[in-house]
């Protein structure tokens, strides 16, 4: 096993595993404030095994901005990096990102 560190946390590496996770929900400020919608509800679908999942349900790991990782392979899904002036969003590891809408919204 080796070790990451981004000065603040040390996270053990095995294979595809890095340990010190929080759930799509702790992370759903930061990419909804870049989405403008509620990001926890938007269902991603990882472009490596074709799992589908809610955003609150993938593994999301906090270093070098935020990474979103798939709950079945632990492919990358989501990358966010923000600066006082700008977000930068990451989107390349999902094959595709459906966003439901609200009832009533015109189709």
Known sequence: MSTISDGDHIYGVKGNHVGDYIDGNGAGGPFSEALGIDATTVVLTCAQCAH???FAETRVYDGAGLVS?????????????RTPTDA????RGARSVRVPLSAGTPQ
């Open 52 to 54: 589908a999942s809610r």
């Open 69 to 81: 990782r798939c709950p079945e392979c632990m492919s990358i899904l989501a990358r966010l990096v």
């Open 88 to 91: 930068w969003l990451d989107l």
